[in-house]
């Protein structure tokens, strides 16, 4: 009953049926209570998202899958303390994590969010170590900027650990020297391994053991309706016991079947043999363990642990024969033979016989007849050449297994290295490099949903909105219902200005998955590009609700606060993103702009250098950095930040016009004139480009050139303070600088 439980709720788990399986599982633990049946009832919860359920059930159990078991659900309830004390008890010091590899990885997560960066990376490395193909610890090492490079991680220790674990199951599958050993070792105690084939209709010998009735324990075999019923039905319960060697079917079985044609379709080949065993015989002595011992070796000992192929085949024509004779004298059989071992020994006799007759057989005295005897030495050599034949095969199927495995292994940790390479650099920020390490990806890989999602994310980091926006519709159409990247596709659109693209991207978010913070986030984005800050803050909190350790909804909460000027607020979304991810270089940039516009410019300078520690090629962190710093009177370094802002991008105008800014602080207004006059061909519809040029002219009395410039930047249509800003420089034309500027 255990066993039918068991494998009714593995059953369930593995097509989904997740009531199913907790409702057994619950009958299980109250029937056969032990803590092995409360970690299959604990992982039927957490495989239900009832990980509250898993955690009380398993709270206190000390065996290693339970600790597991518990720490996960620890984790899915954000109880990281206790999950940590549960894979390392603090009465244990020297214990071993639990579930090797994964659970290394799940002790990682735990430091990470702990903000133990150094013990999370070693946790992922070392679950590396164990498992090379865990991908999710080296992208948690790319995440936190502690990757090796690729081709250290999934190089030859990899290949040679790999290798090393499926090679370690080629004995299970290929070994037939180690399958003979167990026939032999299963011939020494139940008189052979292939006894029950003579006794057995023909139609199950081809099934094997799997298909016969699984019902082990039962004792009511002697009956001959039940015994039809038995052999017949197909057993409910032998799937689950299949992994484990079944107990012999037949021991102690005395066949008792009144129709020979019930067991076989051979009705009468052999009526010598039928006449023989059917005559009426007179009543035979028991034959005593030690003379069954004694004929048992005869019979067997040179017979090899498995029969040839030859004489399988020379037998062949006398099996059904014999199959036919025992079961039409079922009860003779056990009546005479006295035992269940001596009738093996009795059916066995018949089926190594080959082409003697049975007026030889004195199985009055147990002993075998001299014509026998001498086929043994031609038994032994065909044996002994067949068990030759049958290594050299073996160790030919091995070397070609081995062959198959090394190669397979080859070919999966070369993708692995470029996608490993492709993610690491991607982490690192430096997304031409990635971009050109996913070029190198087969086509079939590289049009994946998340290889195309990880492009459109560097050419986002690149500021290559157009290419971004491509990657992702191209990601979109190769998997159309998955969430990989969809935050950042949706800040794409919002660049892009792209409102009817959005909002149709944020319903078909919503209708696919409204739990996932994704989602959320692409309508908060679709709600700010509206001006509607206050509904887009909404959703990037209810985005934050569904998922605390997504920091980007965070970071999406900090920029809508801004907007609204309540930095307080801002600035604790900002913190909260980097509790979750400390290299979130977003939430640091978010931070020195709060700082910026608060004229805190120390403060502004020291997370603005942060976030570019974190991604020195951004262009516009580096152009906000080099503000702070102009802002602290340190013009010159202010410079050469923005003199590696324009070479980061030069199609960012932002740079370029913080640089002329600065130069016109300077009174270096020729230079000044040379870069906006560069500035105007990568961006000649910006208003502020010929509001500044009409200043630096107003400044060298070339007032008509400066009313030109100030007539062109009220044309561009600039926001309604630039406006106000300019017509009072018009009004202004003729008052010098010194004068408009004073108090």
């Known amino acids: 009953m255990e066993a039918m439980l068991v494998d009714c709720v593995r059953n369930s788990l593995s097509h989904f049926v997740y009531k199913n399986a907790i409702f057994m599982c619950e009958r299980l633990c109250a029937e056969f209570p032990s803590e092995v049946n409360l970690q299959l009832l604990a992982t039927s919860y957490l495989q239900n998202n009832q990980a509250y359920s898993a955690y009380h059930l398993l709270k206190g159990t000390q065996m290693a899958q339970s600790r597991y078991l518990f720490a996960l659900s620890c984790y899915q309830m954000d109880l990281l303390n206790e999950a940590e004390s549960a894979l390392c008890p603090l009465n244990e ?6 579930n090797g ?39 948690e090492l790319c995440i936190l900027g502690a990757a090796e490079e690729a081709t250290v991680v999934f190089g030859e220790a990899a290949a040679l650990s790999i290798q090393k674990q499926y090679m370690q199951q080629l004995p299970t599958s290929l070994g037939l020297n180690t399958y003979n050993e167990e026939r032999n070792a299963t011939s020494a105690k139940n008189t052979s391994s292939e006894d029950y084939s003579p006794r057995q209709p023909k139609h199950t010998q081809g099934h094997g053991l799997k298909d016969i009735s699984g019902n082990f324990h039962s004792h009511g075999l002697n009956g001959g309706v039940s015994n039809m019923t038995f052999y017949n039905t197909p057993s409910p319960v032998a799937a689950q016991l299949s992994g484990m060697a079944p107990p012999p079917l037949f021991r102690n079985f005395q066949p008792a079947l009144p129709n020979q044609n019930s067991l076989t379709t051979d009705s009468s080949p052999k009526s010598t043999v039928n006449s023989t065993l059917q005559a009426p015989a007179p009543r035979r002595k028991f034959v005593d363990e030690g003379k069954l011992r004694k004929i048992s070796g005869r019979l067997f000992s040179d017979s090899g642990p498995r029969r040839s192929s030859r004489l399988s085949a020379d037998s062949g024509a006398n099996t059904n024969a014999s199959v036919a004779t025992v079961s039409g004298n079922g009860n ?5 033979l006295g035992s269940s071992k001596l009738s093996s020994l009795g059916l066995r006799s018949v089926t190594l016989r080959k ?36 290594a050299k095969s073996c160790d030919q199927e091995d070397e070609i297994m081995s062959q198959k495995i090394t ?14 390479e492709g993610c690491r650099l991607s982490y690192m920020y430096k997304c031409q490099e990635a971009l050109d390490t996913y070029m190198k990806l087969p086509h079939k890989h590289y049009n994946t949903g998340w290889v195309l999602s990880q492009v459109g994310k560097a050419y986002f980091e690149l500021i290559d909105y157009l290419e971004a926006e491509k990657s992702f519709r191209l990601a979109r159409q190769a998997s159309p219902y998955s969430l990989e990247g969809m935050d950042i596709y949706s800040t794409v659109l919002y660049h892009l200005k792209e409102d009817m693209k959005l909002s149709y991207l944020a319903q078909e978010l919503i209708s696919t998955d409204r739990l996932a913070p994704q989602s959320w986030c692409a309508m908060g984005n679709c709600y700010s590009l509206q001006k509607d800050h206050e509904t887009a803050l909404k959703n990037f909190l209810r985005a934050v609700q569904l998922n605390p350790r997504f920091a980007y909804a965070h970071t999406l909460c900090g920029h809508e606060y801004a907007t609204l000027e309540d930095f307080e607020n801002g600035m604790k979304s900002y913190q909260n993103a980097l509790r979750v991810d400390t290299r979130h270089y977003n939430a640091w940039y978010g931070l020195g702009m709060i700082y910026l516009r608060q004229e805190k410019l120390e403060f502004s300078e020291h997370h603005f250098r942060m976030a570019f520690l974190i991604n020195p090629s951004s262009s516009v962190i580096m152009s906000y950095l080099g503000t702070a710093l102009h802002a602290l009177k340190r013009s010159e370094e202010a410079l050469e930040i923005m003199e590696q802002a324009i070479l980061a991008d030069r199609k960012n105008p932002l740079p370029m016009y913080q640089k002329a800014n600065i130069l016109v602080c300077l009174e270096r207004l020729d230079e000044a004139l040379e870069v906006l006059e560069e500035l105007k061909e990568y961006a000649p519809s910006e208003s502020s480009v010929y509001a500044l040029m009409g200043r630096i002219y107003k400044r060298r009395n070339m007032h008509d050139k400066a009313m030109l410039h100030f007539g062109l930047a009220l044309d561009m249509k600039p926001p309604a303070t630039d406006v106000a800003a300019i017509k009072a420089a018009m009004e202004k034309l003729h008052v010098p600088d010194e004068i408009d500027e004073s108090p």
Not at 415 to 420: D, I, K, S, V
């Open 101 to 139: 590899a994964a659970g290394h990885y799940l002790l990682g997560l735990i430091y990470k969010y702990t903000d133990r960066r150094k013990n999370a990376a070693q946790q992922f490395k070392l679950s590396l170590t164990l498992d090379p193909l865990l991908w999710a610890a080296y992208e």
């Open 407 to 420: 190669i397979g292994v080859s070919e999966l940790l070369s993708l692995l290295r470029t996608l490993g």
């Open 332 to 336: 003779n059989t056990s009546k005479y």
């Open 355 to 390: 082409g003697n007759s049975w007026a030889n057989e004195n199985m009055d005295e147990g002993v075998r007849s001299e014509p026998f005897d001498d086929s043994r030495p031609n038994t032994a050599s065909t044996t002994a050449s067949m068990a030759s034949s049958d």
């Open 93 to 98: 010091p020297g214990a071993e994590i639990p």
